[in-house]
């Protein structure tokens, strides 16, 4: 059973950064792809960015150029830099292991105008 562990949200204002991280474990972390999704309230849950074993990277249009996603297959570990963040960025942040079902708790980032 995959799990995964995510930290690092909270409340920063516009213009601000943050740095997500997602502790996976029960699972062989370096051949897997991994993704940093998001739900805003009253919207469905949607794709921000993800990361290939292999460390292609992906983004949503709405991220590029803010935010990158990275992973240190030793740790264990995928991040989430976020930079320049806006308040439509507000939101439930998940990590999630590409092609599984597995998902985390969710962290929760609040962006204040």
């Known amino acids: 059973q995959v799990q995964l562990v995510e930290s690092g949200g909270g409340l920063v204002q516009a213009g601000g950064s943050l740095r997500l991280s997602c502790a996976a474990s029960?699972?062989?972390?370096?051949?897997?792809?991994m993704g940093w999704y998001r739900q805003a309230p009253g919207k469905q849950r949607e794709l921000v960015a993800t990361?290939?074993?292999?460390?292609?990277?992906n983004y949503a249009d709405s991220v590029k150029g803010r935010f990158t996603i990275s992973r240190v297959n030793a740790k264990r570990t995928v991040y989430l830099q976020m930079n320049s963040l806006k308040p439509e960025d507000t939101a439930v942040y998940y990590c999630?292991?590409?092609?599984?079902?597995?998902w985390g708790q969710g962290t929760q980032v609040t962006v204040s105008s």
């Open positions: 999630h292991t590409e092609g599984s079902a597995s």
């Open positions: 029960g699972t062989i972390f370096s051949v897997k792809d």
């Open positions: 990361i290939t074993s292999f460390g292609n990277t």
